[in-house]
Nanobody, 124 residues
Framework: QVQLVESGGGSVQAGGSLRLSCAASGYTYSSYCMGWFRQAPGQEREGVAAICPGGGNTYYPDSVKGRFTISQDSAEKTLYLQMNSLKPEDTAVYYC?????????????????WGQGTQVTVSS
């Protein structure tokens, strides 16, 4: 049984930083893409970062490029999201997700396994 457990969310002022972690178990780590997604109230879930095998290719939308960095520790089976220069519009519930097939890296509907989410709130 695949389990993804996020941690590290919280409240921060604009311009601040947070580091999210996602501990994976029951999953063949590093075989397929893993990603971070977020969903704000009344909005669709969107991809904010993904990392895929074959050289650790990373993917970001323009909205977070240069501010967010995804990384992983394969030995610890942990995925990270370093978020810098946070903005109020980054406020959302952030989810970790794992794929079991080839996916479009930032497409939520392509991912099978999801964590429970962690709240990130950025105040101005």
């Amino acid at each position: 049984q695949v389990q993804l457990v996020e941690s590290g969310g919280g409240s921060v002022q604009a311009g601040g930083s947070l580091r999210l972690s996602c501990a994976a178990s029951g999953y063949t780590y590093s075989s397929y893409c893993m990603g971070w997604f977020r969903q704000a109230p009344g909005q669709e879930r969107e991809g904010v970062a993904a990392i895929c095998p074959g050289g650790g290719n990373t993917y970001y939308p323009d909205s977070v490029k240069g501010r967010f960095t995804i990384s992983q520790d394969s030995a610890e089976k942990t995925l990270y999201l370093q978020m810098n220069s946070l903005k109020p519009e980054d406020t959302a519930v952030y989810y970790c997700a794992a794929a079991t097939t080839a996916v479009r890296p930032l497409q939520p509907s392509d991912y099978l396994h999801w964590g429970q989410g962690t709240q990130v709130t950025v105040s101005s």
